[in-house]
């Protein structure tokens, strides 16, 4: 794994990638970064791949199209993506924790009217700002600047330092651990300043002195009450505890796998019946369609005996209305040969007249 202390003129241009998947093959994770642009270097936490990984590109414009093109899904997971950044003593953390946010000491600073519009103006250059506003601590007072990404935040740790208004800015990353640390040196200057300055040195150096002695009390502090007896038995208690946890693991592990045995068996009953329902629905629609055919066969059937008694029927009227015709034809002409045989026969005048035509109901 690459250390922390990596060479200044490639900050700018490397990546750290987090929530690697174990499983994911390096080639594939390298293959999946390489859209993004050419790849100069690249370090794994683990020899098999996975966990944190440090890739180098050869520009800053391969890192910026990477961060804009977040989030990254490789082999099904969302990968973790920030620019690299440095470890120095003076802010431990910032290389580790995100924060959208930072803050600036506001110690030694001309505040005048403009100061936070002029302070905005000037990071905007990093992209979309949500607030600048003027800040109170314990111990100190400061300038918080909200950005909208964390990105942004990176970008402006790693071009440290800044100088604004011919001064230079002491800045960092808004997060628990600065704040702390913050709270604590500026409590120790202000009882410095509280014993009329009895010893002459820098703030800086007295920070770092406080933090020393401190770390030193605590290693002798840790050395005086942990002996080696307590050591063993720490150990033995915190086998025994991680014994209780596997066995407990392994308890939870069996019913689980008993609770899916039964939900599996179940669902394989449900499954073959579902099987059996559709079986025999296959087999009444099957019959269904049978019946269909038969009776659609049978229509057609009575369909076309419909249409020959409907032809016969047509051809019986036409002959019967032909000879009708011809029966009316034949009677008017025998009632008109009749008429001038009457009109022949009483031509003289004397005799009585003819009897009329009898009616067909007569």
Do not use: W
């Not at 002195?209 to 038995?233: G, P, T, V, W």
């Not at 099987?275 to 009776?295: G, P, S, T, V, W």
Request: proline residues 3%; glycine residues 2%; aromatic residues 12%.
């Amino acid at each position: 794994m690459s250390n922390y202390h990596r060479r200044v003129d490639c900050l700018h241009r490397e990546i750290c990638i987090g929530v690697v998947s174990y499983q994911t093959e390096p080639h594939n994770l390298l293959t999946y970064f390489e859209q993004f642009g050419p790849i100069n270097h690249y370090s794994f936490s683990s020899p098999s791949g996975g966990g944190y990984v440090f890739i180098t590109y050869e520009n800053v414009e391969s890192v910026n199209r990477c961060m804009v093109n977040r989030p990254h899904r490789v082999d099904g997971r969302y990968l973790h993506v920030k620019r690299a950044i440095p470890y120095t003593a003076e802010y431990p953390q910032e290389h580790i924790e995100l924060s959208r946010d930072i803050m600036i000491i506001s110690d030694f600073l001309d505040i005048d009217d403009n100061f936070l519009k002029e302070l905005r103006e000037y990071f905007s250059s990093y992209g979309t700002i949500y607030a600048c506003k003027y800040c109170h601590e314990a111990n100190f007072d400061y300038f918080l600047v909200e950005f909208a990404d964390y990105d942004q935040v990176d970008r402006v740790i790693l071009d440290k330092p800044h100088y604004f208004n011919q001064q230079e800015l002491q800045l960092m990353k808004y997060i628990a651990t600065n704040k702390t640390l913050m709270n604590i040196k500026y409590s120790s200057k202000e009882t410095s300043t509280v014993a009329k300055d009895a010893i002459d040195v820098d703030d800086d150096q007295k920070f770092l002195k406080f933090e020393l002695n401190f770390k030193e009390s605590l290693a002798e502090k840790q050395n005086d009450y942990i002996s080696e007896i307590d050591l063993r038995n720490e150990i033995h208690r915190l086998q025994n505890v991680l014994k209780r946890m596997n066995d407990d693991f392994i308890n939870e592990r069996k019913k689980l796998e008993d609770n899916c045995c039964e939900q599996l068996k179940k669902l394989n009953d449900d499954a073959d019946k579902l099987n059996r329902l559709q079986q025999d629905l296959e087999q009444e629609y099957r019959k269904l369609l049978c019946e269909h055919e038969a009776l659609k066969h049978e229509n057609e059937l009575l369909h076309e005996q419909y249409l020959t008694a409907e032809l016969e029927n047509f051809e019986l009227t036409s002959y019967y209305e032909q000879i009708l015709a011809e029966e009316k034809a034949k009677t008017a002409q025998y009632e008109t040969e009749y008429t001038r045989k009457l009109e022949c026969l009483y031509a003289d005048g004397a005799s009585p007249l003819p009897p009329a035509i009898p009616d067909d109901d007569d």
